[in-house]
């Protein structure tokens, strides 16, 4: 694990999930939170978890952000915080 | 005071950690939309399954993958090569559990807005005090 790779993305990690439940609009949450699985990917497959890492990445990062952005479509976009 | 900024800097995961699952346990009781609480639900489980992945990490270790197992033979496998893969295994199925429960709560979700046309937890509790 090279260290600054690790320091980075955890950072881009912890902005992601800030954005993620500061923003004010719910597609907008589900991309983020998109975001925020595949850089959580990144972490895993750094730390030489490879089989965790692409399970995170088909299932976490792909089915989840399908089942949002479907359940989304489905009730509405607003949000008041 | 060097020595305790030294631990605090030598482990800086494990406090980023913390302070991912705080975030989490924030958005689970602060936020008032429904999916808002689930997205915090999902940062707290990943911030739990990435500490149990990071305390299977070993430096100087590689991938937890034994070559030439049915060839040669004649060298020994030692353990402190490898990566230890249990916390992979555990942490592979919380995974799959967690995107289940994601799934089932957003499932919910759409069945609560279909039926009280909202998704905030005050106007919900709103319309079940009027009935």
């Not at chain 1, 939170?33 to 959580?40: D, H, I, L």
């Amino acid at each position: 694990m090279y260290w600054p790779i690790d320091l980075i993305v955890l950072t881009f990690v912890i902005f992601c999930a800030i954005a993620a439940i500061v923003v004010k609009d719910l597609l907008a949450t589900a991309i983020l939170f998109g975001a925020y699985s595949f850089m959580m990917c990144l972490l895993w497959a750094v730390m030489g978890a490879v089989d965790v890492a692409f399970t995170e990445a088909s299932v976490g990062a792909g089915v989840s952000t399908v089942f949002f952005v479907a359940a989304i479509f489905r009730t509405s976009r607003r949000t008041k915080d | 005071m060097t020595d305790l900024l030294a631990l605090i800097v030598a482990k800086y995961n494990y406090w980023l950690y913390v302070i991912l699952m705080m975030i989490g346990l924030y958005a689970m009781i602060a936020k008032n939309n429904l999916i808002k609480k689930l997205v915090g639900m999902n940062i707290f489980q990943t911030a739990i399954i990435l500490f149990y992945i990071s305390i299977g990490y070993k430096k100087n270790a590689t991938l937890p993958i034994i070559e030439n197992v049915h060839g040669t033979g004649g060298g020994h496998i030692y353990a402190i090569d490898y990566i230890n893969p249990l916390p992979h295994v555990l942490m592979l199925t919380a995974i799959v559990v967690s995107v289940a429960t994601f799934g089932v709560a957003m499932a919910l979700a759409v069945r609560v807005y279909q039926r009280y046309k909202t998704l905030e937890e005050d106007e919900l509790r709103m319309r079940l005090s009027e009935k």
